[in-house]
């Protein structure tokens, strides 16, 4: 593909500088080819001399200069030019750009994506929203850009396993248990006080009335029905909380407990293994984490001096689980409230043994539902929240996936419910699965005029000579570095960016440009372009888990 002869073209003058003298044979830097936002900027470009310039003393001008005088274009480049202050710019002839256009017609897509991953393996662990109550619009968020990002290194090629840790002990569990047990109570005539810290919401009540009315046997004695109710409450809220993520496309090829954990005795090997190797110890009869021998946090508690345990203590045993089970990367997605959990997180891993970068995470902020001109509010303790659920009845899975991904993840959302169910192109999703549709309505015109689109891919791409029909075809070629771009950056919403720009080329094209015209070759031409182009947006839509309508 073009992107990679133009790399190409680089190493190859890297090396012939280092031959000649100019660059010494030990240096070496990682050569990075990018899009330049700017048009004008060519289809390509570098910042190696910018690189370069610190390593050997010379000023990106003059390095930039002296690599275009050893580079060899071999026909690719109509020109190539120094920028201001030391980038190269690639201005690619419009034949590659045809001749890309016919490999991925001869080759398929699949064939073309480059292989980033190389097979690694790769766990993402996401949503893991405690089975205390429904998955509200901010867990649907990180629930999609799991999923699509999931989606896409698989694509790029890495082996990746999806994972919802299930925080199913600890307080918030026994919280959960007292607060049913009092709605239980209330229902069966014996009311007892709602404590202020106990779950408001209608699902509780809806819990304690199943109780009831399916005259389950509940323990007499109150610390056993709260334990029953405990475990009973939070069952059903998982089982909710699977079907709302099946509805929305999302499906786990793991549910991992954390009572798991305790019950294998993996919690307590761990601690054991971190003060053998001396990362923990005792002070005022509690367990202490030496956070601050790795990262710039305060050491933190394993084990309180009652003897509970703590969140990070099962938290690290999990993560040792993760790696046992020969992971290479570990990526875990959280609410943006969780940063401050970073820090004893890395230091947990390379205490156990493991190189901080192994683990990545990725923080998801905050979304603000907009209805009617107006923001929502949200609390789910009190039971004021908008579920995933009503989301996705409201605006259906396609938009709601597409929304989540509009901005990058550790950015505010503002989720518009009323732009979200607009069928015009306003709506960003419409307006994408509308270029898909119109290209199938073009097909359907070109076979009722009695074209055989079975032989399209044998149509001449060097008829292809439009301005906009080049911008259309850069814009194909660019899915693939997208796909790359979003793997190794574990930027999943460059997807949906990368979809409006092409549909923006594509609708340009459409409003100026006759496909079916008297010419019969270019006729193919042109449909050949369309066909290859309807298959990038459907793929790029199937990554994103959206549809691709043929009619609309």
Known sequence: MVKQQISAIVKKAWENCRQS?????????????????????????????????????????????????????????????????????????????????????????????????????????????????????????????GDVLANIMKRAGYNVVKEYYVNDAGKQIDTLGQSTYARWKELTGDAVPLEEHYYQGDYVKDIASLIVESNVAVPAEKAEAIAFMSKFASDFVLDGIKKDLEDFGVLFDNYFRETRLYESGEVEETLATLKDKGYAYEKDGALWFKTSMFEKDEDRVLIKSDGEKTYFASDIAYHKDKFDRRFDTLIDIWGSDHHGYIPRMRASIEALGRGKDSLKVLLIQFVTLIKDGKPVGMSTRAGQFTTLKEVLNEVGRDAARFFFLMRKSDAHLEFDLDLAKKTTNENPVFYIQYAHARIESIFRVAKDEGIDLASVKTARVDLLTEKDEITLIKGILHFFDVIEGSAKSLEPHRITFYLLDLVGRFHSYYNKTRVIVGDRELTMARLLLLATLQQVIKDALALLGVSAPERM
């Not at 190696?48 to 005088?69: E, N």
């Not at 690639?90 to 097979?119: H, T």
């Open 21 to 145: 003298g100019f660059l010494p044979p030990d240096i070496d830097v990682n050569i990075i080819i990018e899009i330049p936002r700017e048009e004008a900027n060519g289809d390509y470009s570098t910042n190696i001399a910018f690189l370069l310039a610190p390593k050997v003393r010379k000023s990106p001008t003059d390095i930039a200069k002296t690599l275009i005088g050893n580079m060899e274009f071999h026909g690719v480049c109509e020109k190539v030019e120094v920028a201001a202050k030391g980038f190269i710019n690639f201005y690619v002839r419009d034949d590659m750009w045809r001749a890309a256009l016919q490999e991925i017609s001869d080759q398929g897509l699949d064939s073309l994506v480059p292989d980033v991953g190389e097979g690694r393996k790769v766990l993402i662990e996401f949503v893991s929203s405690n089975p205390t109550g429904p998955l509200h619009i901010g867990h649907g968020r990180g629930a999609a850009v």
